[in-house]
């Protein structure tokens, strides 16, 4: 080993002197911190632009529906108010029994069969649809969504792709809803000029809707429209306050209303005339939102509370007529995907580490044995008193250590940088993960690239057969998955498929590392996944594609590295 | 350490030293022909064979010969006859495809560490990462090999090749002749017994070549084996005592390069003697191949030609010139020439 050692300095010190390696980190240093930049500067974004989403949840029509009011405000505290919509919407209300159907029974849904067969809930053929109006159209999408109580029963949770799950140790159907869990289901309406609006109905276990959980979330608003407006017109049951709003055809709640400032505060409110359900009122660091009711006596409208609030405001009142809601700070809930907003963007840092971090090995090791031969260089090695192997693993070690130290401070000024900008710093366990999988893509990349550079004459070829391994592994892989699951005749989405894909993890250590990262992300929702496929397997895995993968270079180092 | 030897008049001592440092002393008993008679062979090829699977090319067929202690061998042949393979194979560059070869004592195949310590190589192109200097390759190369006062020998292998002045350069900016310095100093680094030099002129200004050729002698003189290789003829016969000459990946001859002259004498035209001088009639060309011992004669333009078997055959060709009133202006007598030897050896080929 002590010899390694020599061959490893010498080799640390040849990359570390070398012109090629300056402009190479340089490159690498750019391109991560750039888009680990960008893609905080999103999330940043995302958060200052969506900082409060109150709702008031309430029957405006007094037809039997509740309709929702939403306030949405977006800036932060302090600045001027610079976007704001008021937003009415009817909640579509759609039977389960009727459109799913009882279980196995086909309908435009889909079929949802419930079993108990391998601890799994399936919701077969499940499809989008267009369900043609008189204007416009409305398109609908099924989610699949769980609301449990116990959420470490849950093993596998996706929305609109599978619409399958597994439950952990084997618990039954039965015992997964004994514990008061249910199943929500999601009726996603995609109206026009807007989107990823959702209604969520629950689910009974035979399929049927259950009648004491309701929930309605909107986490985008868009500006009336005019298509449901007619809707309401001719059910006969729009709110004449209302029709008389719509009666203007350009009748467009954002553009009427209006932000003023009187006396230090900050009011929004739509046209006086057509006041009819809502102020919002900041100052003094109060957040005062006032909706007057329609003339439904028996409404019971209640508030709800979806996101945080801008740092600053201390209180928040929501009243209407007929009752008033206080809260304070401390009982303010705190944004619940602040944590994840952070984490997420690590997360989507993975993507960019295995398209960028091998290129790296690639471009400073596909030479680092043709190159050698071709020099000559390689011959002073031959003739000193070391093994051959011995001679490889040096260089591993060599040109792994050159590489992982720009690596880990590329990483910890990305992390740093998220932590700065977005004011938390990411979960621990995601950083080390992130850490140990870019050093171990690493250790495998440049793994590889040596073993072309043993086998092949020409450091020409050895860049191509990296470049190829790199196009396949970190570019084209979900095209070769899906084709490898054409080959079998497993349909998507079915388990097989999922099974297919879950073992196609395993044999690409890109793979292995957004899994696994994944697992560390959503691991804290009780919500890991991959069918048949455990984390020790994962990690195995990797070990596998790193430790293993290095004897084997050893080996084929030794045989081959004169070649006759 | 003090070494005590039982001096004698005859006995010759020779101390090999830089300015700073004594490479080696030599102490050479008057005992004889020590170079030949008394030296065992420290390199030694047993059938050694390469054969490239690939191309389907034997470049080196079953040689056998045998370099002994403090020999210059050279290893003598035309481009493409073995000489690069054969040395890769003796340095453990290159893996053997049947036979083996001991040197420094040491079986190639199987104890190849034992033997590298032994060695050091000198390559016709030597290769060097170049973003390092000089001094970087000399730390790193002897590293690997177990020395008391690494920096010591780094600071004697420098100066022995001279390349002080640009030792802490990169070695991007090196001419040829740098490079090849550098890889003397590298082949010096860690004191081998035996050095193996391929083609260690070539390529170079004929100050270089001058520096390469004295330092082969002075380390052949301080106590070195060294194995050279080279197609230069001339500068075989200058530096070498025993040769080797290979063509084709065979082993044609080996032997002592007087042996290969003498050898050639007899068997061919013998001895040259030249003559320069005026009133060389036919009379007196007779008279000169009646002596015995003069295989030939003829008449030039400068004088007279004559092959002798025997280079005091010359005296009595001079004695009879004189008797005869010639004025000789100069004699001159030719020894057959290894390139001859060569040529004749390899069929001219």
Redesign the interface.
Known sequence: ME?SW?VG??EF??NL???RFLIVVLIFSILFIGATYGQTLSTRRQRETTHILLGHHVDLEGDGDYDDIVVYYSDEWGNPIEGRAIYLHDMLNISLEEEIGREGAPSDFGTVRITDENGMAVFENIKDFVHEVDEGYHNYTLDIVFSVEDQDKIDRVDDRASMQTNFRDNKSVDDFFSTGSFFNVAFRELTEGASNDALYHSVEPDGSPSSDAELFVSEYLFSLDLTRYNEYIENGTVDPVLKEAFEDEDYHIEDDAELSEEDGEWVISVDEEDVYFMEVKIAHGELEIYGEETKVAEADGYGYLEYGFPKGIHRVRLQNEYDSWTYTTHEIPEDPDRAIEIDSTLNNMTFIMILVLPLIAIALSFDSVSG?RE??????L??????RWKIGLGKLIGSFSVIAIPVILINSISISLMWYMLGDPPSLDLVLTFFLGSLAILVFFLTLQTILSTLTDSSVTSLLGGLGFWFILSLFYPAIEDGIAILFGFEYGSYNYEVLMSYMVLANPNMIFLETMEIVYRGRFGLDFLPGITDLTLIIAMLIWTVGFVVLFLFVFQKRL?R? | MILILPFQEEDEIIILATKKYIIGISYTPDRGNSMTDSSEPVIETVDLTKI???DDVTAVDRINFEVEKKDVFGFLGPNGAGKTTTI?ML?????PTSGTAFVGGHDIIKA???M??K?G?M?E????????TGR?HLK??S???ELEDPEKNIERSMELSDIEGYVDR?VKGYSHGMRKRLALA?ALVHDPEILILDEPTGGLDPQGTHFFRNIVRNLNEAGKTIFLSSHILSEVQELCNRVGIIHQGEILEVDLIENLSKSMASEQKGYEVRVRGKGIDKEILDKIADISGVLSIEKTGYGLSAFVEDEDISIKVNKELIENDVQVTSINIEEPKLEEVFLKITGGK
């Open positions: 010899k020599i300095k010498k010190l040849a002197l070398s012109i050698e020099t000559n260089s390689l011959f002073f031959l003739v000193k008193p070391i093994e004169v006759d | 490239f699977k690939q890769k340095c453990g560059a290159l893996d190849p560490l034992e590298k310590k060695i190589v390559p192109e030597p290769g060097f990462y170049e973003d390092l970087h790193f190369y590293e690997f090999h990169k590298q």
